[in-house]
T-cell receptor, first 109, second 117 residues
Framework: GQNIDQPTEMTATEGAIVQINCTYQ??????LFWYQQHAGEAPTFLSY??LDGLEEKGRFSSFLSRSKGYSYLLLKELQMKDSASYLC??????????WGAGTKLIIKP | GAVVSQHPSRVICKSGTSVKIECRSL??????MFWYRQFPKQSLMLMAT?????????EQGVEKDKFLINHASLTLSTLTVTSAHPEDSSFYIC?????????????FGDGTRLSIL
């Protein structure tokens, strides 16, 4: 079957760095997305990786290893507003998104 | 960037009422639209995928006669929750994708919070 695994919850300190991991098993692979979702709101797009390596966008970076079925989202210089759920989603061979359950990130002052 | 508008943002109604939610792509042609449901503290659950001009494809366990989806144009899809009951109370979110953009991010509406009394 198809499966996405990511931690349920993580806690980090304001100003620090946090890495949220995601492993995936899909029927075929056409890329991996990271979305941010604040409580009571719809998800917003953060990043897309289809090739191995690191993609950097400001304070957020996303990494992919296709051979390992692994990705991570790296958040630097954490701010209180980064408190949210972070959703990992893989695109399978039919271009269907397989969603992870999300990682709730709690930022403490 | 691409914008998806979802309306209404919140609905409170009595049990047995049918509720229609609209999802519009404002600046692109959405050949495919997705309808999700999210219960508190749970992940997004895909309910159905709709392609313009054809019948929606429902995920296993989603009643197609209860959740009616219409995607009659390239900019509008609607989800009607028929004879809603309290267990249908949830956060419903639509997203849209354009033709030839299967590996592009889905653009989400702001969601509709449905509360059935």
């Amino acid at each position: 079957g198809q499966n996405i695994d990511q931690p349920t919850e993580m806690t980090a300190t304001e100003g620090a760095i946090v890495q949220i991991n995601c492993t995936y098993q899909t029927s075929g692979f056409n890329g991996l997305f990271w979305y941010q979702q604040h409580a009571g709101e719809a998800p917003t797009f953060l990043s897309y990786n289809v090739l191995d390596g690191l993609e950097e966008k400001g304070r957020f970076s996303s990494f992919l290893s296709r051979s390992k079925g692994y990705s991570y989202l790296l958040l630097k210089e954490l701010q209180m507003k980064d408190s949210a759920s972070y959703l990992c989603a893989a695109l399978d061979s039919n271009y269907q998104l397989i969603w992870g359950a999300g990682t709730k990130l709690i930022i403490k002052p | 960037g691409a914008v998806v508008s979802q309306h209404p943002s919140r609905v409170i109604c009595k049990s047995g009422t049918s509720v229609k939610i609209e999802c519009r792509s404002l600046d692109f042609q959405a050949t495919t639209m997705f309808w999700y449901r999210q219960f508190p503290k749970q992940s997004l659950m895909l309910m159905a995928t709709s392609n313009e001009g054809s019948k929606a494809t429902y995920e296993q366990g989603v009643e197609k006669d209860k959740f009616l989806i219409n995607h009659a144009s390239l900019t509008l899809s609607t989800l009607t929750v028929t004879s809603a009951h309290p267990e249908d109370s949830s956060f419903y979110i639509c997203s849209a994708r354009g033709a030839g953009r299967e590996n592009q991010p889905q653009h989400f509406g702001d969601g509709t919070r449905l509360s059935i009394l």
